[in-house]
T-cell receptor, first 113, second 112 residues
């Protein structure tokens, strides 16, 4: 099993450009999450999904959109990138049940110039 | 909203010694979950240990144990017999339903 994978691993954008980050998991998990990690801060939840076709806002959702058309995939979109969105983005997935461990992907480093 | 505070930005410990990382949180909830994650230089987030708030017994995983004080809203991590491979950022996290909040992290260096 590959676990949680993220595409791409690195990306540089210009202000105003758009892009989509792809998260894929092969563990048949119900729940998926997108976080961002900035220097000196812990991970902050952007959006999450509790099942195919569902999405919900997290702590810092502004400037991002998500879609969960297939159970195994969770897409994070930036419609008009801003320098404030320069960050490392992590995807995670887990089975239903609050005690269950979240499994994280390797992260995507995004730079917006 | 829940907040998680890690008051030690950096710590160091000699190999084979014991170190304790602090974490406090603020919540009005009664049932929740607490986690410690490790992030080595590879950037991969790895679960170290977890605790259910309704369980009074402190969780233990091999060399890692926690001191969970619910009334004080404290959740410290003790690493015994520290190893060089324990060098990493350590994040404390609080979770209620799908809302996971992380602390800012403690950078731990294990010295030979």
């Amino acid at each position: 099993n590959a676990g949680v994978t993220q595409t791409p691993k690195f990306r540089v954008l210009k202000t105003g450009q758009s892009m989509t980050l792809l998260c894929a998991q092969d563990m048949n998990h119900e729940y998926m999450y997108w976080y961002r990690q900035d220097p000196g801060m812990g991970l902050r939840l952007i959006h999450y999904s509790v099942g195919e076709g569902t999405t919900a806002k997290g702590e810092v959702p502004d400037g991002y959109n998500v879609s969960r058309l297939k159970k195994q995939n969770f897409l994070l979109g930036l419609e008009s990138a801003a320098p404030s969105q320069t960050s490392v983005y992590f995807c995670a997935s887990k089975n239903s049940g609050s005690y269950n461990e979240q499994f994280f992907g390797p992260g995507t480093r995004l730079t917006v110039l | 909203a829940q907040t998680v505070t890690q008051s030690q930005p950096e710590m160091s410990v000699q190999e084979a010694e014991t170190v304790t990382l602090s974490c406090t949180y603020d919540t009005s909830e009664n049932n929740y979950y607490l986690f410690w994650y490790k992030q080595p230089p590879s950037r991969q987030m790895i679960l170290v240990i977890r605790q259910e708030a309704y369980k009074q017994q402190n969780a233990t995983e091999n060399r890692f144990s926690v001191n969970f004080q619910k009334a004080a809203k404290s959740f410290s991590l003790k690493i015994s017999d520290s190893q060089l491979g324990d060098t990493a950022m350590y994040f404390c996290a609080f979770m209620k339903q799908n809302d996971m909040r992380f602390g800012a992290g403690t950078r731990l260096t294990v010295k030979p």
